[in-house]
C-alpha cells in the first residue's frame, strides 16, 4: 500500500481531551506517570507505523499546538 501513497498524515492531536476526568498534555509524546495506557502516546504511534511498514521519509507527523 504504501508505495502507492505519496505520504501518510499521521494526526497525534486529540489522545486526551475534555472527556476525561484529569488534565495534561494532548498528545504527550511519551507516557508520564499519570497515564493509563503508553500506547496512546505519539512515540508509540509512530512505532507503530514504521514497524507496520510506513517509510519513514513518508509519514508525516501532525499536532496541535496548545
Same mark, same amino acid.
Given at each position: 500500500m504504501y508505495r502507492d501513497? $505519496?505520504? @501518510? *498524515?499521521l494526526m497525534t492531536y486529540d489522545?486526551?481531551?475534555?472527556?476525561e476526568s484529569?488534565?495534561?498534555?494532548? #498528545?504527550p509524546l511519551y507516557a508520564g506517570p499519570y497515564e493509563t495506557d503508553p500506547q *496512546? =502516546? @505519539?512515540? #508509540? =504511534?509512530t512505532t $507503530?507505523?514504521?514497524n507496520a511498514g510506513c517509510p519513514a521519509e513518508k509519514l508525516i507527523l501532525g499536532r496541535r499546538l496548545q
Open positions: 501513497l $505519496d505520504f @501518510v *498524515n489522545i486526551h481531551g475534555s472527556w484529569e488534565t495534561g498534555y494532548s #498528545a *496512546n =502516546m @505519539v512515540d #508509540a =504511534m $507503530d507505523w514504521l
